[in-house]
């Protein structure tokens, strides 16, 4: 299967920042839409925000004016700066990729944010 390699998890306090980052494959063509989703212990899944290739942004209600999506479409690459974190972000995070005609999706591995009070 195809991933995506995140990184940038970490433990920090509450009012702190941090920023993720997910690259797909050089090789892979049609990427549509990237996004971050995050899950906690016990919820379903969320999106975070997501990103079109032309640029168009999408942010959950909960971390829409905290957090920043951002892409690099010549290296495939996704961002994700998060500012004022708070407690009830801590998940693991999941940036996804949309691909193709068919919008095929690839996921990353997950990466650990917990952020303590």
């Known amino acids: 299967q195809v991933h995506l390699v995140e990184s940038g998890g970490g433990l920090v306090q509450a009012g702190g920042s941090l920023k993720l980052s997910c690259a797909a494959p050089?090789?892979?063509?049609?990427?549509?839409?990237m996004g971050w989703y995050r899950q906690a212990p016990g919820k379903q899944r969320e999106l975070v925000a997501r990103?079109?290739?032309?640029?168009?942004?999408n942010y959950n209600y909960a971390v829409k004016g905290r957090f920043t999506i951002s892409r690099d479409n010549a290296k495939n690459t996704v961002y994700l700066q998060m500012n004022s974190l708070k407690p009830e972000d801590t998940a693991v995070y999941y940036c996804?990729?949309?691909?193709?005609?068919?919008?095929?999706?690839?996921w990353g591995q997950g990466t650990q944010v917990t952020v303590s009070s």
């Open positions: 996804n990729a949309k691909v193709g005609t068919l919008n095929y999706d690839y």
């Open positions: 050089v090789s892979t063509v049609g990427i549509n839409v």
């Open positions: 990103i079109t290739s032309g640029g168009i942004t």
